[in-house]
């Protein structure tokens, strides 16, 4: 985790294949095919880019207070709401000592198949990156997360099922104090109801967890219902995701 580093890049080769950096790099950056038995996976150090041409930030007081922009979207239940985020940056986001207030959140919108959060990237945020909290069918996809305090990619309470979670990338999952008690040891992909597809993404370096399936009776927090047993649910999937670098463990399941 420690060895995560952040550069600019001045230039890109005529084919395209190589990129020039405005600092020597640190670290080793290790990339290859390793075999463990009779199977072999690839480990491959994680880049991911940062910056967008559309930008959410906090202001000058952000960092000092951390207390950023968020985003929150309510109401609906059948596709009544619609959110479509794409390609946008967002840094200074999300606020510390406020539960809810996180740089995109989905919040109780019941069934949202209209609406998606692709190729964003979140950085520096004070709390998460993209909250899941009491909806189906949202998409999200092909975003990058980096040096975020709390849960990343969190799957609230329990009453979320049937959500597209594929191709994104966290790196630099660091606790905090101030949000939810499991926030003491954050997540980057944290799910509380197995019956969603979580596929094709990379948890890279964290204080504690990659991947941290908590399945409780019955949801909590405002969508709680006794209608809803996550740890008797079926497995939506969980496919080719990869985490390392984590102080503890690269997947976690609690019932």
């Not at 909250?131 to 979320?160: A, C, M, P, Q, W």
């Not at 019955?218 to 995701?241: K, Q, R, S, V, Y």
Request: aromatic letters at 14%.
């Amino acid at each position: 985790m420690d060895h995560a580093e952040v550069k600019k890049i001045t230039g890109v080769s005529d084919d395209r294949v190589t990129i020039s950096v405005d600092t020597p790099f640190k670290y080793l950056h290790y990339s290859s095919d390793e075999t463990y038995g009779n199977y072999t996976f690839p480990m491959r150090v994680e880049v991911g880019l940062l910056t967008r041409n559309v930008v959410v930030k906090g202001d000058e007081n952000s960092l000092k207070n951390r207390y950023g922009a968020h985003m929150m979207l309510m109401g609906g239940e059948i596709d009544g709401t619609i959110g479509r985020f794409s390609y946008a940056e967002f840094y200074h986001v999300g606020q510390a000592t406020v539960i809810g207030r996180y740089p995109i959140h989905f919040h109780k919108c019941g069934d949202v198949p209209s609406s998606f959060v692709k190729g964003n990237a979140v950085h520096d945020s004070f709390a998460r990156l993209v909250t899941l909290h009491g909806i189906r069918f949202l998409k999200v996809t092909k975003n990058v997360g980096y040096n975020i305090f709390g849960h990343n990619y969190f799957i609230e309470d329990g009453s979320e099922s049937k959500n597209l979670v594929e191709y994104n990338l966290g790196m630099n999952t660091k606790m905090i104090w101030t949000l939810v008690n499991t926030d003491i040891t954050a997540a980057t992909f944290w799910v509380t109801n197995p019956h969603n597809i979580i596929r094709h993404n990379r948890a890279a370096g964290g204080e504690f967890y990659g991947f941290w399936y908590e399945l409780r009776k019955n949801p909590i927090g405002p969508t709680a219902t006794p209608d809803i047993c996550p740890d008797a649910m079926p497995n939506g999937e969980f496919f080719d995701n990869y985490a390392h670098s984590y102080a503890k463990f690269g997947l976690r399941i609690l019932k």
